[in-house]
């Protein structure tokens, strides 16, 4: 085949055949196409898309890049949820134990920070000597012993795809649906899951700003997964403001151990339940559904979620005793309030000014290799709906360096408005995706 020609018909809009991309994807992964072919092959891709086919073929061609992981050997479901990033979203850290705790295995491949939506990785990487980079044989283990493990990407899982998400990092071709969905669901399929939650976030702190963006990308992605022979649905969730109220990275594993403690804040234990729930029901017929509400609630309220997630901590190197004391977590030298400047209602919350601010804190990733302040962040005190007094603390700014607290105030100031009267908080989950295209 001529990569040539082949980067001139999707320039041309014309259709690529399985056996093309398969050729394109199995090539560039072994070092035989340069990174300057693939790069114009990508954005022709951005500009003339790519068709159902065609992204299924992509989606089949990367996951088969590696090793496919084979958990037939365990006995039972396994299930895994994924998210599309967003300000707040420490759903993973809640879901996969209380999941996991209910009989299930939970192999989580997970990504790390880029830009202002946090990664699970970094956050499990504040407990201190939590391993992220486990070998295969390792992760295989500890989802046996434990029912879930949780690591990045490796390097036999889906090659192409941390080559191919590289590439589109620096040549602007990141926002693209075929791409998008390509990315997310090979790393998932490669895991060897019986089952797949995905929750597309939608808003200001999201990607796909719109609903109509946040619906079509559902939908590619749920067809995927159902037409590759996993079981997969996708909620579609509000980012318009963060999802509980710690942002960053240590501040997060707190909320989320008090969630699992069965302290959490209102909306993100209510997201973690619905989370959990469809993942216990996937395939299960619809009368199950009040016994598994009920397994979830029990799961909490015994604290056996919680002991299933001190297990997993363990595991993996870390401390599980960050669970009963957080001063082991890393700590912020100063804290300091941001004051309401008027009495009123908080009628909006920009989730991705309060994102951008977290990062500028040190808590984010700007490049790839950027190093992570584990102990910053941003602790919200009002959300949409709540009163507030005039000077009366909207946030509490975790940093290390004064010029920092300093960058971020007015943007952290400027994300809350306050109005004369109430509004409701937004829907929390807009809308569930079953069905393939």
Request: glycine fraction near 8%.
């Amino acid at each position: 085949m001529n990569v040539v020609d082949l980067i001139t018909r999707k320039r041309e809009g014309q259709e690529l055949s399985g056996a093309e991309i398969s050729y394109l994807v199995d090539e560039y992964t072994r070092g035989e196409i340069p990174d300057y072919q693939i790069s114009a092959l990508l954005m022709a891709i951005f500009f003339r898309g790519m068709n159902s086919r065609e992204t299924l073929a992509l989606t089949e061609s990367m996951v088969h890049s590696g090793q496919v992981m084979d958990l037939s050997h365990l006995p039972g479901l396994k299930l895994d949820k994924h998210s599309t990033g967003g300000v707040g979203d420490k759903t993973s850290l809640v879901v996969a134990p209380l999941v996991a705790a209910a009989g299930a295995y939970v192999p989580m491949v997970s990504g790390r920070a880029l830009g202002f939506s946090g990664g699970t990785l970094d956050k499990l990487e504040s407990i201190p000597g939590f391993n992220v980079r486990l070998s295969l044989s390792q992760f295989k283990a500890t989802l046996q012993n434990c029912g879930c493990a949780l690591i990045g990407q490796t390097e036999e899982i889906v090659p192409a795809d941390r080559k191919l998400y590289a590439l589109r990092d620096v040549t602007a071709t990141v926002e693209c649906i075929s791409l998008i969905c390509a990315s997310i669901m090979s790393k998932k399929l490669a895991e060897g899951i019986d089952g797949l939650v995905l929750d597309v976030k939608v808003g200001e702190g999201a990607f796909m700003r719109s609903l109509e963006e946040a619906s079509e990308l559902a939908q590619n992605l749920v067809s995927i997964g159902n037409s590759m022979g996993t079981k997969t649905v996708a909620f579609i969730s509000d980012m318009n403001q963060p999802l509980g109220l710690a942002v960053g990275n240590a501040l997060e594993v707190v909320e989320a151990i008090e969630t699992l403690k069965g302290h959490g804040p209102e909306d993100l234990t209510h997201l973690c339940e619905k989370l959990a729930l469809k993942m216990l029901t996937l395939a299960a017929p619809p009368e199950k559904a009040g016994a598994a509400r009920e397994k979830i609630a029990h799961l909490l309220r015994s604290g056996k979620a919680l002991e299933k997630f001190r297990q997993i901590i363990r595991a993996q190197g870390g401390d599980p005793n960050v669970i009963d004391d957080y001063s082991k977590l890393p700590q912020a030298s100063h804290r300091r309030d941001i004051l309401a400047q008027r009495s009123g209602y908080v009628v909006t919350l920009n989730a991705r000014m309060i994102g951008e601010a977290s990062m500028a804190l040190g808590a984010g990733r700007e490049k790839v290799d950027s190093q992570i302040d584990y102990s910053v962040g941003i602790l919200l005190r009002k959300k949409i709906g709540d009163f507030v007094e005039k000077d009366e603390p909207l946030a509490t700014i975790h940093f290390n360096r004064e010029s920092k607290f300093q960058e971020i105030r007015d943007t952290v100031l400027t994300a809350f408005a306050v109005g004369p009267a109430r509004v409701d908080p937004p829907s929390l989950i807009k809308n569930l995706v079953e069905t393939s295209l």
